[in-house]
Each structure stands twice: as structure tokens, then as C-alpha cells.
């Protein structure tokens, strides 16, 4: 089974996401990571990384795995280098690069084969996994969004400067050429804004006994 679930960044899918496949033993599967592992790795490099062709040649030559929800390279857990701001700095144009896209959704596809999953991203119920069995939508108003971001780094960006990177970012999520962010047909649309975590994943929970009831 594929539960995929897309949204723009800061509505809580990640920590959703984990608690769901947690809750039904699924596999946890982050296609952001993906972007900042090959954004990432490109900059380890010394490489350009606004040369987007020449991040597409270094992410095929990495083969990523995932242990646990987290992105090894070679074995190695590079989870927790994937957060810099040097990352945050160019993953969302990186990852609106349409080739890398495309090499992206085929190593998504190709771990999630013959397992029961829950991916998420930004089109992941639009481009990766159209025909998934649970597809859901999360959303929230920008200004609730920066006000997570910024509780959770208090000594980091004013809150002012984390709505404005939020609303780029949403932009450029909406507009890219391949994969923008969008409601796909028939998913399950939830308005995480003034919804635990808790009360969300109930949500989403319920969609898939009721589908596995079926």
C-alpha cells in the first residue's frame, strides 16, 4: 500500500508521516531528503551548486539508501548534514531542476516496489505516485507555518525573515516547470493550521483502516 502525501514546507508532514508509519509499520520514505542529499553531497564536492547538470552527474553517481527514515550515502548516515542553511540555500532550485526530478522519482519508486509505504514530498500524489491507494493534501496558512519554523530556532532568522523565505519557497514550489505543487484529484485535503500533529494523523489513520476494511 502507498499512502503518499504531498504539502509546502512547515505543515508537519515529515513528523505526520513518520508517526503514521510508525503506527502501521510501514516504511518511511522523505523525497526532500533525497534533493538535500544530492545538494549536499554536490557542495562536499566543491562544485558549483547552481550547475544543476552537474548536480544531476554527481546524484547518479551516489547510490542512496534509506535506514530508518534516514539517508545513508555509501552506508553512511548523512541524515543530520541534509539541515544546513547552506543546504536550505539552494535545495529548492536544485530541486525544481526537471531531469533531477525525474532521477529522483525512479529511486522513490524503485525502493518503494513490493512495499507498504508512506512518501512525502511535493508531488508525490501528482507525478511520483498518481495511483496511490490514500493520497492526502496537507496545507496551513503561511504566517502559522513561520510561527512553528521559528519557535522551533528561536536563536536563529526573525520571524519576519522565516515568513519571507516561506513564501518564496512556496513559490517556487507552485511554479516549477515539472512537479509543482498542487491538490491532486480525490486526496484527502487536511488544514493543519490549528490541528495537532495528534489530531491530523487520527485523520489520516482512519482514511487507511477504512480503505483496508474495504
Not at 502501521?24 to 547552481?50: E, V
Request: net charge negative.
Amino acid at each position: 500500500m502507498v499512502v503518499a502525501i504531498d504539502g509546502p514546507a512547515g505543515v508537519g508532514k515529515s513528523t505526520i508521516a513518520k508517526m503514521i508509519a510508525r503506527s502501521c509499520d510501514f516504511y518511511y520514505l522523505n523525497s526532500g531528503s533525497f534533493y538535500r542529499a544530492y545538494t549536499y553531497l554536490h557542495i562536499q564536492l566543491g562544485k558549483d551548486p547552481m550547475d544543476f547538470p552537474s548536480v544531476l552527474e554527481t546524484a547518479k553517481q551516489h547510490v542512496l539508501t534509506v535506514g530508518d527514515g534516514r539517508i545513508c550515502v555509501g552506508g553512511e548516515d548523512v541524515e543530520d548534514k541534509l539541515h544546513t542553511n547552506e543546504v536550505d540555500r539552494y535545495v529548492a532550485k536544485i530541486s525544481a531542476y526537471p531531469p533531477l526530478r525525474e532521477h529522483v522519482n525512479e529511486q522513490l519508486r524503485r525502493i518503494s516496489k513490493d512495499l507498504d509505504v508512506v512518501v512525502e514530498g511535493r508531488d508525490i500524489t501528482t507525478v511520483v505516485f498518481p495511483d496511490a491507494e490514500l493520497k492526502c493534501y496537507f496545507d496551513a496558512k503561511a504566517e502559522v507555518r513561520a510561527e512553528r519554523r521559528f519557535k522551533q530556532h528561536p536563536d536563529g532568522p526573525s520571524y519576519e525573515t522565516v515568513l519571507k523565505e516561506i513564501k518564496e519557497r512556496d513559490h517556487i514550489d507552485r511554479t516549477k516547470p515539472v512537479g509543482a505543487l498542487q491538490v491532486a484529484d480525490g486526496a484527502l485535503y487536511i488544514d493543519t493550521s490549528y490541528l495537532t500533529m495528534v489530531q491530523v494523523c487520527e485523520k489520516v489513520l482512519s482514511a487507511i483502516f477504512t480503505l483496508k476494511a474495504k
